[in-house]
T-cell receptor, first 114, second 112 residues
């Protein structure tokens, strides 16, 4: 299955600033997914990123707050903009595994906004 | 719409005890079912999967059987270890694997 490198692994940021999270995959994948995991909760899909097209956002998430880039088939970034303490979460990227029957996740970015 | 419901935690067991974490699902079509595990401070790892009814997924002593008649995919292990302490997520993927739905997660604490 694919191997995902995600960075930074954690960061502490001031409110009002932005953080860009990078996700690098060791193989070419069509679809990449970004999730948010708020403290003590399950994962919520933020958006799906396809190479060469605009990301598709889930209800409750907007491009101005979470802009996504997908410049090629192995890389994507998620930016958390104008951060507030409510954005403190773990952010994970994910790709469909090579055997088609599951998803592989990055190790996550633990974001704390102060 | 599709959804996954799993038992609330935390679940606290002594080492070598039997584990069951219940998971039921609602889905149209023919979903695939998964269990993921999240160890403290880490991301999610695929634990096991089943892609059709009556399939049994297994890994590291954990098992789960895809039961279409009861729409369930309960996770079991005969003898848990302290190292199994983690959060376990049941998940469902739609027919086209374009959407993934996670349960709320169940935290397992295993005491020596």
């Amino acid at each position: 299955s694919a191997v995902i490198s995600q960075k930074p692994s954690r960061d502490i940021c001031q409110r009002g600033t932005s953080l860009t999270i990078q996700c690098q995959v060791d193989s070419q994948v069509t679809m990449m997914f970004w999730y948010r995991q708020q403290p003590g909760q399950s994962l919520t899909l933020i958006a799906t990123a396809n190479q060469g097209s605009e990301a598709t956002y889930e209800s409750g998430f907007v491009i101005d707050k979470f802009p996504i880039s997908r410049p090629n088939l192995t890389f994507s970034t998620l930016t958390v903009s104008n951060m507030s303490p409510e954005d403190s979460s773990i952010y994970l990227c994910s790709v469909r595994a090579g055997d088609f029957y599951g998803y592989t996740f990055g190790s996550g970015t633990r974001l704390t906004v102060v | 719409g599709d959804s996954v419901t799993q038992m609330e935690g935390p679940v606290t067991l002594s080492e070598e005890a039997f584990l069951t974490i219940n998971c039921t699902y609602t889905a149209t079509g023919y979903p695939s079912l998964f269990w993921y595990v999240q160890y403290p401070g880490e991301g999610l790892q695929l634990l096991l999967k089943a892609t059709k009814a009556d399939d049994k997924g297994s890994n590291k002593g954990f098992e789960a059987t895809y039961r279409k008649e009861t729409t369930s995919f309960h996770l079991e292990k005969g003898s848990v270890q302290v190292s199994d302490s983690a959060v376990y997520f049941c998940a469902l993927s739609d027919d086209n694997f374009n959407k993934f739905y996670f349960g709320s997660g169940t935290k397992l604490n295993v005491k020596p």
